[in-house]
T-cell receptor
Framework: QKEVEQNSGPLSVPEGAIASLNCTYS??????FFWYRQYSGKSPELIMF????GDKEDGRFTAQLNKASQYVSLLIRDSQPSDSATYLC??????????FGPGTRLSVLP | DTEVTQTPKHLVMGMTNKKSLKCEQH?????MYWYKQKAKKPPELMFV???????INESVPSRFSPECPNSSLLNLHLHALQPEDSALYLC???????????????FGPGTRLTVL
């Protein structure tokens, strides 16, 4: 069974700090990796996607992918209270399965 | 524009009712999805339509019946639901199906369903 795991939360960081969210996946054939943010009672909102090994930066967000270690992370620089949400890692494998991790709840403390 | 719309926003129904959830996108996406999400859990895939044909059915009970009238619309017909079916139902779309490409899924705002 294809599995996606995320670091258990909740994760609390002070305002202005770097928040680090981690995700591991079991299927080596996985091709695409996504990070979604979900506020309570709302639908998931795409933050970033990454397909290739290495880093991908978009504003305060950086996604990092290491396929050899089956690991993808999301760094949030200069964290703001508005970043407080649940972050969902999603992995697509073999073009057939789109699997979400359980999510990590992030709290940014003012 | 990456908007997916869903109606209604909230739905309360009895176990003997028949109702439908609707989803619409005008991004030219050819794949559309239904997910179910319980509180504090990630979304669970229910159905995938690719080019208006059902391509994935994740062993969903027959009381949930999807329909894709055209490439922009996706319905989920509900009949004889159970209280444990109460959840947030999310629709998503992407440019290609899961089996044909690796494109990003964009989610609608969801329908909060309560079954009494």
């Amino acid at each position: 069974q294809k599995e996606v795991e995320q670091n258990s939360g909740p994760l609390s960081v002070p305002e202005g700090a770097i928040a680090s969210l981690n995700c591991t996946y079991s299927d080596r054939g996985s091709q695409s990796f996504f990070w979604y943010r979900q506020y309570s009672g709302k639908s998931p909102e795409l933050i970033m996607f990454i397909y290739s090994n290495g880093d991908k930066e978009d504003g305060r967000f950086t996604a990092q992918l290491n396929k050899a270690s089956q690991y993808v992370s999301l760094l949030i620089r200069d964290s703001q209270p508005s970043d407080s949400a649940t972050y969902l890692c999603a992995v697509m494998s073999d073009g057939q399965n789109f699997v979400f991790g359980p999510g990590t709840r992030l709290s940014v403390l003012p | 524009d990456t908007e997916v719309t869903q109606t209604p926003k909230h739905l309360v129904m009895g176990m003997t009712n028949k109702k439908s959830l609707k989803c619409e996108q005008h991004m030219g996406h050819r794949a559309m999805y239904w997910y179910k999400q319980k509180a504090k859990k990630p979304p669970e895939l229910m159905f995938v339509y690719s080019y208006e044909k059902l391509s994935i059915n994740e062993s969903v009970p027959s009381r949930f019946s999807p329909e894709c009238p055209n490439s922009s619309l996706l319905n989920l017909h509900l009949h004889a639901l159970q209280p444990e079916d109460s959840a947030l139902y999310l629709c998503a779309s992407s440019q290609e199906s899961l089996s044909g490409g690796t494109d990003t899924q964009y989610f609608g705002p969801g329908t909060r369903l309560t079954v009494l």
